[in-house]
């Protein structure tokens, strides 16, 4: 399995968990509310900003090469090692030496 490039992630990044929850609501006025199996999911929001514009370049062709759909291994802020997808991220040019990639890291 591939493991993610070794480029620090920006201190701005930051951890989302949600949990799927489904809620029946009674004539009475009563409500259930239930969780689903496998509902909890972690999504990183990651920053990588003013980097080299050749270490974007590695993380961009590293995301693409996966197609958001085959997992990898990511080190997050504070975290232990886990698997990740990403199909999603964007890039924004900073200078000719610099840019900026934000990307959503859910966990597989």
């Known amino acids: 399995m591939a493991r993610f490039p070794s480029i620090e992630a920006s201190q701005t990044s930051f951890l989302q968990v949600k949990h799927r929850v489904s809620e029946a609501q009674f004539g009475n006025g009563f409500r259930q509310r ?13 920053k990588f900003l003013d980097k080299p514009v050749a270490d974007i370049a590695r993380i961009d062709q590293f995301l693409d090469r996966l197609s958001g759909s085959a997992p990898f291994f990511w080190h997050p802020p504070n975290a232990t090692i886990a698997q990740f997808v990403c199909g999603e991220w964007k890039i924004t040019p900073v200078n000719q030496a610099l840019a900026s990639l934000e990307a959503l890291f859910i966990e597989a």
């Open 34 to 46: 239930f969780g689903h199996i496998g509902a909890h999911r972690r999504i990183w929001h990651v």
